[in-house]
């Protein structure tokens, strides 16, 4: 895949567009005047591999403890600004890294210009973060939705640049799939800014998975897109998750393992369903991007066992311990899980090579 050229811009210590890798960025779901909540789920998405991370500014306390957030995390802050311009102001002086202005509630040109002006002199990014749920009324509203928000994308774009500010990025998100990737489509070579990709409100985790891997999936492999966020209804760490699965399906990233297993059939001689989840449960903790294989039946079992990292190759009462392509050991079915697990351990200690 050939991926689009954008014009490189940071966010705190991150890198976004130009050659840099695709960045996984989620949000808080505390209440930013609940520091210490905020400053924790911070740190819970540090740990599980978030790069950025957007806080919700509702109002002027909010506003206000976001000074607070800043000295307590690592990760680049981007304060979420609706309706009122002057909590972007506020979170300015608060020292974040970054802002989202939602151009659908705050369109006054004058209060647009005061924002960017103190944006450029701090030398923090502005995301123009366009929503199918909250573009105005009077906004074309006989077009098609994707229409709509790339029109709201670039009258926005051309008044920043009017006002002598580049560092932009842009989003236009909608819950439904084929007009987001619309929208992304006519856009992309309409400006050189890098683009933040996410399917909004997606849902539940099954479902907004699936929704928010085949949006965000299909633009990826086109080659569109510089930030990713997933935008489930859960815990933001789930997000952050299925953002990392998505981009390693598309070999554009590799963070964490990648567990192969067979759905298993009337030629499953073993309960392999079990034996999958209980490896990927024990998977949760390793960081580093290794390749198991748990499978079950003989037609593809060896060779998956043999092209992961370690795998298991599951028949009647013993299976085959794969490691780099190599049978390690064979073992009785009782000691599927802890022979498996002991050679993933090794390796991970050991490095990968």
């Known amino acids: 895949m050939t991926r689009r050229i954008s014009k490189p811009l940071r966010i705190g210590k991150v890198t976004v567009g130009g050659d840099a890798p695709i960045v996984v960025q989620s949000m808080t779901k505390t209440d930013t005047r609940d520091i210490s909540a905020t400053i924790n789920q911070v740190k819970e998405l540090e740990d599980c591999g978030c790069e950025i991370v957007r806080i919700a500014v509702p109002d002027g306390e909010a506003a206000e403890s976001l000074a607070t957030i800043k000295k307590n995390v690592s990760l680049p802050i981007i304060a979420d600004i609706h309706f009122d311009y002057r909590l972007a102001l506020n979170a300015l002086k608060a020292g974040v890294d970054g802002l989202r202005l939602n151009p659908g509630n705050i369109g006054d040109k004058d209060q647009i210009a005061q924002v960017v002006a103190a944006a450029k002199e701090r030398g923090v990014p502005i995301r123009i973060g366009v929503n199918a749920g909250s573009l105005p009324a009077d906004s074309q509203p006989k077009a098609p939705m994707a229409r709509r928000m790339v029109k709201m994308a670039l009258e926005q774009t051309k008044l920043m640049e009017s006002l002598d500010f580049d560092l932009i990025k842009v989003s236009l998100k909608a819950f439904d799939v084929p007009a987001t990737i619309q929208a992304y489509r006519m856009i992309a070579d309409k400006i050189p800014y890098p683009l933040h990709l996410g399917v909004t409100e997606a849902g539940l ?139 993933i351990e090794s390796l991970n200690e050991e490095g990968l090579q």
């Open 205 to 343: 985790p099954r479902t907004g998975a699936v929704r928010s891997a085949i949006g965000i999936g299909i633009l990826l492999y086109q080659g569109i897109g510089d930030t990713i966020r997933v935008s489930l209804t859960a815990h933001p760490c789930e997000e952050v998750f299925v953002a990392y699965e998505i981009l390693k399906s598309l070999g554009l990233r590799r963070r964490g393992p990648t567990l192969v297993s067979c759905p298993s059939c009337g030629r499953a001689e073993v309960d392999i369903i079990t034996l999958a989840e209980a490896v990927g449960k024990r998977l949760q903790g390793v960081t580093k991007p290794i390749k198991v294989a748990v499978m079950g039946c003989v037609v593809n079992g060896p060779g998956e066992a043999k092209d992961a990292d370690v795998g298991i190759a599951c028949g009647k009462g013993k299976g085959a311990i794969f490691r780099k392509g190599k049978v390690a050991a064979t073992v009785s079915e009782d000691r599927f899980l802890q022979a498996l697990m002991a050679e």
